[in-house]
């Protein structure tokens, strides 16, 4: 009888152990499938420069604070959709994010979304899984970088901005301007170099009173902010003194 027990144990270990496995591969794959917020949140690095998850708050994209089971297009406030997108039937799921995040232009033709996408199906899965939970209001916490400042990618509070960065006034003479900042100091910047832009949201300027910032692309050396679009001629002066 011993011995029959022991033969019994013998035969069916390979069986036992095959179970086993097997049951951990699956619990692994669905803990693959299910995607992580807490990587999502990390994740959403890649798309913080063009969108926000505050509500309300538009950067180059739309705010993507209630993304979940909403239909595309359809973010208050966000005037700025292709017509693609604003003809578009869908609904922004699980399934529809993800072949979105795959593939924008294949899965929507004619957006003017120029992000590629992203490759990575666990990624993709976990950026979901991050939207969902903001939705939700059940986010995690961005991850802190070095010097414990927080992962997130938000616009300068221009109301605000300090005494040098609070424009006085600005004079324009054959190929230069002249800005005057309220700390007294006089900047000569190339025509080419100064972008003039403005931010109507709540981080904006107040009206009147414009605001230059760093600029660093395509030779720019600083950009000015209005209010808005009505005031930068009227604030603008013709002077060679």
């Known amino acids: 009888m011993l011995c029959f027990f022991r033969f019994s144990v013998m035969a069916h270990a390979p069986s036992a152990f095959l179970s086993v496995a097997l049951s951990l591969l699956l619990a692994s794959a669905d803990s693959l499938a299910a995607g992580d ?3 999502g949140a990390t994740v959403f690095r890649a798309c913080a420069a063009c969108h926000s998850v505050e509500p309300g708050e538009h950067l180059t994209g739309p705010s993507l604070a209630d993304i979940w089971n909403r239909k595309a297009g359809t973010v208050s406030g966000f005037a700025r959709y292709s017509d693609a997108m604003k003809r578009s039937d869908i609904t922004w799921t699980e399934g529809t ?21 992203m490759k990575a199906s666990q990624d993709r899965l976990s950026l979901i899984a991050y939207l969902r939970a903001v939705s939700e209001s059940k986010a995690p916490k961005m991850e802190q970088g070095s010097g414990g400042m927080m992962m997130r990618n938000t616009r300068p509070d221009l109301r605000k901005a300090p005494a040098e960065g609070q424009v006085v006034s600005i004079a324009h003479c054959g190929d230069t301007y002249t800005v005057v900042t309220a700390d007294g100091k006089t900047q000569k910047i190339w025509e080419f170099n100064l972008r003039f832009k403005t931010d109507t949201s709540r981080l904006g300027p107040p009206p009147g009173k414009p ?3 760093g600029a660093g692309m395509q030779g720019d050396r600083a ?18 003194q």
Do not use: H, Q, Y
């Not at 994010?97 to 996408?117: A, C, H, I, V």
């Open 211 to 213: 605001v230059i910032v």
């Open 223 to 240: 950009s000015i902010v209005f209010a808005a679009p009505g005031e930068i001629t009227g604030f603008i002066k013709r002077s060679c």
């Open 37 to 39: 917020p807490v990587r």
């Open 97 to 117: 994010l993800d072949k979105w995040l795959s593939n924008p232009e294949r899965f929507l033709p004619g957006t003017s979304m120029s992000f590629p996408g």
